[in-house]
T-cell receptor, first 115, second 113 residues
Framework: DAGVTQSPTHLIKTRGQQVTLRCSPK?????VSWYQQALGQGPQFIFQ???????QRGNFPDRFSGHQFPNYSSELNVNALLLGDSALYLC??????????????FGAGSRLTVL | KNQVEQSPQSLIILEGKNCTLQ??????????LRWYKQDTGRGPVSLTI?????NTKSNGRYTATLDADTKQSSLHITASQLSDSASYIC????????????FGGGTRLMVKP
């Protein structure tokens, strides 16, 4: 039973470029959440997708956008990259039906470095 | 604003010793409180999850406690092992925040032989 898989694991971009990160949820999960984790900090919630719609959004600018596909996989897009976007981007999946007590399963993350 | 604060920021202990990590949260009501373990370069892994009505939850050598009155939680690790070296993150789900989780900054634990 595959867990959450993310790609790529590492990537380097320059300021102003755009990046797309991908996530496949754990089998049986239908909800995907994205988090940004700066070095030495706890993860910060970016947004959550369920039924191909953004359901919740954290305090991130519109440069951060996402998408969920019919097979529940998801993409995170970041436009006009800034140096401060360098971080570990974590994808977490869960089952929407368990609501508040749902246990998130995290992927290993995509490490983005912006030069 | 919902906030989660953890202490200490980092901790070094000798193998076999016990330790306790602290988590304080502001604003309520909350739905549940979770502790995650995050190895370097990996995603967080759930250790325990407690609702407001629970005051203790164990998972092997890990025991989490919750005092909803003082808005404090602790994670106690007994008989530490080298593999316990990781970041431990306290996560709170607030009922006024929908499905969003608020993460603490984590405690970086290093277990030395």
């Amino acid at each position: 039973d595959a867990g959450v898989t993310q790609s790529p694991t590492h990537l380097i971009k320059t300021r102003g470029q755009q990046v797309t990160l991908r996530c496949s949820p754990k089998s049986g999960h239908d909800t995907v959440s994205w988090y940004q984790q700066a070095l030495g900090q706890g993860p910060q919630f970016i947004f959550q997708y369920y039924e191909e719609e953004e359901r919740q959004r954290g305090n991130f600018p519109d440069r951060f956008s996402g998408h969920q596909f019919p097979n529940y996989s998801s993409e995170l897009n970041v436009n006009a990259l800034l140096l401060g976007d360098s971080a570990l981007y974590l994808c977490a999946s869960s089952f929407w039906g368990t609501s508040g007590a749902n246990v998130l399963t995290f992927g290993a993350g995509s490490r983005l470095t912006v030069l | 604003k919902n906030q989660v604060e953890q202490s200490p920021q980092s901790l070094i202990i000798l193998e076999g010793k016990n330790c306790t990590l602290q988590c304080n949260y502001t604003v309520s009501p909350f739905s549940n409180l979770r502790w995650y373990k995050q190895d370097t370069g990996r995603g967080p892994v759930s250790l325990t999850i407690m609702t407001f009505s629970e005051n203790t939850k164990s998972n092997g050598r890990y025991t989490a406690t919750l005092d909803a009155d003082t808005k404090q939680s602790s994670l106690h690790i007994t008989a530490s092992q080298l593999s316990d070296s990781a970041s431990y993150i306290c996560v709170v789900s607030f009922t006024n925040a929908g499905n969003m989780l608020t993460f603490g900054g984590g405690t970086r634990l290093m277990v030395k032989p």
